[in-house]
């Protein structure tokens, strides 16, 4: 069996400040903002923070949809903007487009772990130290949807997963983004990953870097340990600068043993 870590969730490309960890490892998952046409209705304005008063709007500053161009900084523009949701650690859903990150969620099988780490700012640093804060379990096999697809074929499958981000994507744009030649001058599969319990957002987060060096960070040995790492290098398991996605070769029993200690 097999746990992919998976880098998601907004960071100093696409909002501002980005929300961090604090003492007690409590934090505030904050998707990235969409960067396009949506039938999302989650805004930042309507999504409630998990600790505290108000929503998330009322923790940022700015967001730069498509992590470049010009910066939103006006409030209600901001409230307004719908999230991209993925992923969906309440219905238990995520896609992807990254080619390296379709590679290895191709290959999992039910039963096995997507889980997901971010990069937050930590309450004795403006580092921004990796931290896993959420899983779910594979309840079925991916499904790699290709450009090459009948657009029927692929509006059947996102059909059957209704609260996936790329399906309302779908939905709004007439067409998944990567699949159009109209949004990207590079189409590329995208991948759907289909959860179910045990799984969702981590009560605190689990920090999982110990090391920097220049803006990448590194897995820490403990975790290391624990995780089984299919990669390394000089430094250790890299998690970004850009986050990779990274194999584990830990059976998903070993995972969840890792998270209930840790959370």
Do not use: Q
């Amino acid at each position: 069996m097999t746990v992919v870590l998976c880098g998601v969730g907004a960071d100093t490309g696409n909002v501002r400040p980005v929300p961090g960890v604090d003492a007690e490892g409590r934090f505030e998952y904050v998707p990235i903002p969409e960067k396009g046409a949506t039938a999302e209705t989650a805004t930042y304005g309507s999504l409630d923070r998990r600790h505290g008063e108000g929503t998330l709007a009322d923790l940022l500053d700015g967001i730069r949809p498509g992590s470049d161009g010009e910066w939103v900084t006006d409030p209600e523009t901001v409230r307004e903007r719908p999230v991209h949701h993925d992923p969906n650690l309440d219905a238990l859903t995520y896609g992807e487009h990254r080619p390296g990150y379709v590679a290895k969620l191709r290959e999992l099988d039910p039963g096995d772990i997507v889980a997901f780490y971010g990069g937050f700012p930590g309450p004795d640093s403006d580092y921004k130290h990796r931290y896993l804060f959420g899983y779910f379990t594979v309840a079925e096999s991916p499904v790699v949807l290709d450009p090459k697809m009948d657009r029927a074929d692929v509006e059947a499958v996102l059909a059957e997963h209704p609260d996936n981000a790329h399906a309302k994507r779908f939905a709004g744009h007439g067409d998944l983004y990567y699949h159009d030649p109209a949004f990207t001058d590079r189409p590329r599969p995208v991948v759907i990953v289909p959860g179910e319990a045990p799984g969702g957002v981590l009560d605190r987060t689990i920090r999982l870097s110990d090391r920097r060096r220049g803006p990448n960070y590194y897995m820490s040995e403990a975790a290391a340990g624990a995780l089984a790492p299919a990669s390394a290098t000089d430094h250790g398991t890299h998690l970004g600068g850009f986050k990779p996605a990274v194999r584990c070769d830990v059976p998903a029993e070993a995972f969840l043993a890792f998270v209930d200690e840790r959370s």
